[in-house]
């Protein structure tokens, strides 16, 4: 008899991170999902504006070629969410579908991840010069872990794909949804724990500079902000701890569904370094070649939002390298 998926306005982002029998009333339903719908929308744009600009400023950093899969991930994931709204004839398709989204949502927070081990690394200094060693580590946690945790869910328990209920996803009366809820819980409190450090980071560096007081407050709603949309941190506010917080609810699916646009605003836009050589791209500027050198040796992306690629401090950025050698001093 064929299958058939009831329910289809439930495509919307909280629907992920549910991990029982939680309901919305219809008109916030409706709502979540057209914010989920054109949020995705202008993230894929976002996304794919992100990649090229990854690809055509020339370039070499570890946090572009982090941010680049991120997108990636993110775009497949937004499309292979979106499609899986339609009802599928059987329910084998349904737990395909099932199995492909739980795989690239995974892709998404395991780069988020990848993202903070690049933080780290830089930070530490970690493989100095190895460039494909480091990407190597970056692309086995972004791509490879998650064929683990979606081939362990499958092989525990055959009906874990199971989206008879709204959508095609992980089935919740068998705690399935854990298999994804509790890899992004594991990686936001990662994420945050790096972004705590790089804020102490930047407190050491702004207080043996001796910044004043405004200029810290600046830096480090700087260094949220820049982190914040490369991150799980957000994804948290899904979790059904306040069944009332509609407020939260709304965040939750804003932030989320347009991660896209918010990264090419904060991380590409907002990049003094990469709208530089974007510049110079176009119009062919001899003098902003050695800054291209420098630039390309040291794989920085510029005087951004982004603190974890500057190498130079300004209002807006941060400075790695400035701050490395403040937490190794201080």
């Known amino acids: 008899m064929p299958?058939?998926?009831?329910?289809?306005?439930?495509?919307?982002?909280?629907?992920?991170?549910?991990?029982?029998?939680?309901?919305?009333?219809?008109?916030?339903?409706?709502?979540?999902?057209?914010?989920?719908?054109?949020?995705?929308?202008?993230?894929?744009?976002?996304?794919?504006?992100?990649?090229?600009?990854?690809?055509?400023?020339?370039?070499?950093?570890?946090?572009?070629?982090?941010?680049?899969?991120?997108?990636?991930?993110?775009?497949?994931?937004?499309?292979?969410?979106?499609?899986?709204?339609?009802?599928?004839?059987?329910?084998?398709?349904?737990?395909?579908?099932?199995?492909?989204?739980?795989?690239?949502?995974?892709?998404?927070?395991?780069?988020?991840?990848?993202?903070?081990?690049?933080?780290?690394?830089?930070?530490?200094?970690?493989?100095?010069?190895?460039?494909?060693?480091?990407?190597?580590?970056?692309?086995?946690?972004?791509?490879?872990?998650?064929?683990?945790?979606?081939?362990?869910?499958?092989?525990?328990?055959?009906?874990?794909?199971?989206?008879?209920?709204?959508?095609?996803?992980?089935n919740s009366h068998n705690n399935a949804r854990w298999a994804f809820v509790g890899p992004v819980i594991f990686i936001a409190v990662c994420n945050g724990a790096v972004m705590l450090v790089m804020l102490f980071v930047r407190y050491l560096l702004d207080k043996k500079r001796e910044v004043p007081t405004g200029k810290k407050v600046k830096h480090a709603l700087a260094t949220v902000f820049s982190l914040l949309p490369v991150s799980s941190i957000p994804w948290l506010l899904g979790l059904p701890v306040t069944p009332s917080g509609k407020l939260l609810q709304y965040l939750f699916v804003i932030l989320n569904s347009s991660q896209g646009l918010f990264i090419l605003v904060l991380h590409m836009l907002l990049s003094t370094q990469i709208r530089h050589l974007l510049r110079t791209r176009l119009t062919g500027e001899d003098d902003a070649k050695p800054i291209d050198q420098h630039l390309s040796k040291s794989g920085s992306t510029g005087h951004s939002h982004d603190m974890t690629e500057s190498s130079d401090v300004t209002p807006a950025g941060c400075g790695m390298k400035n701050i490395a050698t403040a937490a190794r001093q201080g």
């Open 3 to 170: 299958w058939k998926n009831n329910d289809s306005d439930m495509a919307n982002y909280l629907f992920l991170m549910q991990t029982g029998n939680e309901t919305l009333g219809d008109r916030d339903l409706f709502v979540l999902t057209k914010i989920t719908l054109t949020g995705s929308g202008l993230s894929i744009v976002g996304g794919l504006l992100s990649i090229f600009l990854v690809c055509y400023v020339p370039m070499r950093s570890d946090g572009l070629f982090a941010i680049g899969n991120m997108c990636i991930a993110l775009m497949s994931a937004q499309l292979a969410f979106a499609g899986a709204e339609n009802a599928f004839p059987t329910q084998v398709m349904c737990k395909i579908s099932a199995s492909i989204i739980h795989y690239l949502f995974l892709c998404l927070h395991c780069w988020a991840l990848s993202y903070s081990v690049h933080l780290i690394m830089k930070l530490c200094r970690v493989l100095p010069g190895l460039r494909w060693k480091r990407r190597c580590i970056l692309t086995t946690i972004g791509w490879v872990i998650p064929i683990v945790i979606v081939a362990i869910t499958a092989v525990i328990d055959s009906d874990s794909y199971n989206g008879g209920e709204s959508l095609c996803w992980l």
